[in-house]
């Protein structure tokens, strides 16, 4: 509820807001209500300007994280969205199969349109950005698609946006590791179970450490495949932490920006520095209107 209101209010403070409230200021056409319309659109420029501004300071001072390396906390990340095993997400409009949905049936009333039935779906995806696989939780994220679509059929005008799967994404939230297992054995023990092996085989090690071929390992060759043995023991480590922890994105709790898009940063970036100018000369030019009817 509270992230559908923020975006409702984000909604409210952009063109269409800005329309609404001079259209409202024509048709009255006194003093007091162009005073009170363009001190209207006054503040929401501003909103819509702070709203902007801040959007686009995360997303340029976030840098970007593996999801192999990535810190505890709030972070980014970029890869492909892939489908979690079990039921499909459908659209249920269309059915058309896609990791996410928003949608608004609408039906027509006189010169109006109003809210037949909407809704979003909350089944978790993963991202995948070639290192590893990140579950993203969506409840409560700001949501930037390019595939949004709206047509119309009889009486009734039909809006949705879709996440497909294998679509690039991108993603701003709280990433938080699950599940780890105790991995602590001795690194020391399973090095010397190793190498015990490699002795066994002679004629392999000697293949593999016998730098000057005389045919015996000697001191010098000896400690280098004891290194070579603890990187072994250590790779081995890495990856069953790996195969034992669940990556997860989602919602932080301190409120700060929670974005999903399959557009890339640079894109979202121009967006909005676009909209954020747009805001500062709208709050320059109501300003100067205020002042008029002063």
């Known amino acids: 509820m509270l992230s559908r209101l923020k975006r409702d209010v984000a909604g409210l403070a952009t063109f269409g807001g800005h329309v609404v409230l001079t259209l409202i200021a024509y048709q009255i056409d006194t003093p007091f209500a162009w005073r009170a319309c363009l001190a209207a659109v006054a503040a929401l420029s501003l909103l819509g300007w702070s709203l902007a501004w801040r959007r686009q300071r995360v997303i340029a001072d976030t840098p970007?994280?593996?999801?192999?390396?990535?810190?505890?906390?709030?972070?980014?990340?970029?890869?492909?969205a892939q489908a979690l095993e079990g039921i499909p997400v459908v659209s249920p409009i269309n059915g058309l199969p896609c990791l996410w949905y928003r949608y608004r049936i609408e039906h027509r009333s006189g010169d109006q349109w109003l809210t037949e039935s909407q809704g979003e779906s909350d089944a978790s995806f993963v991202l995948d950005d070639g290192s590893g696989h990140c579950l993203i939780d969506p409840e409560g994220a700001e949501f930037r698609l390019r595939r949004?679509?709206?047509?119309?059929?009889?009486?009734?005008?039909?809006?949705?946006?879709?996440?497909l799967a294998g679509s690039p994404l991108y993603v701003l939230g709280n990433y938080r590791t699950l599940g780890s297992v105790d991995l602590a054995s001795d690194h020391d023990d399973e090095t010397k179970s190793l190498l015990a092996s490699w002795k066994a085989d002679p004629a392999d090690l000697r293949a593999r450490f016998d730098q000057d071929k005389d045919g015996e390992?000697?001191?010098?060759?000896?400690?280098?495949?004891?290194?070579?043995?603890?990187?072994e023991v250590e790779a081995r480590h890495r990856d069953a932490r790996a195969d034992a922890e669940l990556h997860t994105l989602g919602r932080p709790e301190d409120g700060r920006l929670f974005l999903i898009s399959d557009l890339p940063p640079e894109r979202l970036l121009q967006s909005y520095r676009l909209w954020s100018t747009y805001h500062l000369l709208v709050l320059g030019g109501s300003l100067v209107g205020l002042a008029r009817f002063a």
């Open 217 to 231: 390992i000697d001191l010098a060759e000896w400690e280098q495949a004891r290194t070579a043995a603890r990187r």
């Open 148 to 163: 949004t679509e709206q047509w119309t059929q009889g009486e009734r005008r039909y809006t949705q946006s879709l996440l």
């Open 64 to 80: 970007t994280s593996r999801i192999a390396s990535a810190a505890q906390g709030y972070i980014e990340l970029h890869g492909r």
